[in-house]
């Protein structure tokens, strides 16, 4: 395998860090052409300031081998060491360090320092930078404007009447490393913002709107995005998911979702669309129909998975008073999760049929 295809293999390890909320650093460990460890950046989950992927990756390849001397081995990193990084490798005898991305703020292999160039230390490691380093860049660079949307968007306005769930209560969900979206400008919104997901495949060319029901949220389409080649796009319902959460019950009026649903669907544009909803959103489901039916070249209802997700259909709920819209409408039994990875699959190919009649 080429420099490239190790460092693919890295970049790979840094956007798994990434959906999990970590700084999207990855390494692989290879020896004599295997690949020995792999590692990405994990202090966040793991409560500790040295885990970041290179010291991950050694510290798996040392316990692979049998030895904290890696001598003849390579790492290959998504982005040029910080000076803990380079001192672990350097005392580990790293045979060669290839690194994708230069860091201008806190590299130790030419950008701020050069630890490896050191004469006075008694182990040489060749350095090599820039390898995949536009692919490198911006697997950070979107991570990092993300995050200063999600921080923008935290701070829009919130009505006197409305609370939002804190950002915190979904970080543990897995499944779920989608970037936000939101819209609160809709003359039927009144103010209230909704959040909701929009993924695409590449060239996708068919549309899913899907519907969740009274106590669930957009979470329970997560497998949905990586099921077709298709455009997933699944709103959160006010006062429910990461919508604003109004504190009294009368807002919550089934017409009135119904509403903002097919208003919200006239300004996301989504062209031919097949209608998928959870079965507890059936009514709802009828109403959008009523409104906007002539839309939608078929409907499909989700059928329930087997996992437990009762902790994700908590998550937007903190305490009572984000819990208006349960009190009107109801909630569903923590058991039912909407489509797993299979049902998803299986709502693709029903898709997929109504695009091709």
Known sequence: MRDADWMALALAEARQAAEAGEVPVGAVLVKDGQCIATGRNMPIATHDPSAHAEINALRAGAAALGNYRLDGCQLFVTLEPCAMCAGAMLHARLARVV????????????????????PQLNHR????????????????????????????????PLRDDALRTPEKSFRALNDYGFAPHYMRDL???????????DESAPGADITCICLHGPGEWSYAFRHLPKAGAWRVLAPDLIGFGKSDKPKRETVHQLDWHAR????????????????????????????????????FLGVLVASDGDEDVADAWRAPF?????????????????????PDGAGAARLAQKAMGYFAS
């Open 318 to 338: 903190p305490d009572r008073g984000h819990e208006a819209a349960l009190r009107a409408l109801g909630h569903v039994q923590p058991a039912a999760s909407g």
């Open 125 to 156: 490691t060749l350095v090599q930078g820039g390898v995949l380093a536009e692919d490198c860049g911006a697997v950070l660079r979107g991570f990092f404007a993300q995050r200063r949307d999600v921080a923008r968007l935290a701070a829009e």
């Open 99 to 118: 690194f994708g991305s230069a860091d201008p703020k806190t590299g130790a292999a030419g950008s701020v320092v050069d630890l490896f160039a050191q």
């Open 187 to 197: 003359p039927v919104l009144q103010g209230w913002r909704l959040h909701y997901i």
């Open 260 to 295: 903002v649903v097919v208003d919200w669907i006239a300004a996301v544009q989504p062209g031919p669309a097949v209608l998928v909803h959870s079965a507890s959103a059936a009514e709802l489901a009828t109403k959008v129909l009523a409104l906007a039916g002539t839309r």
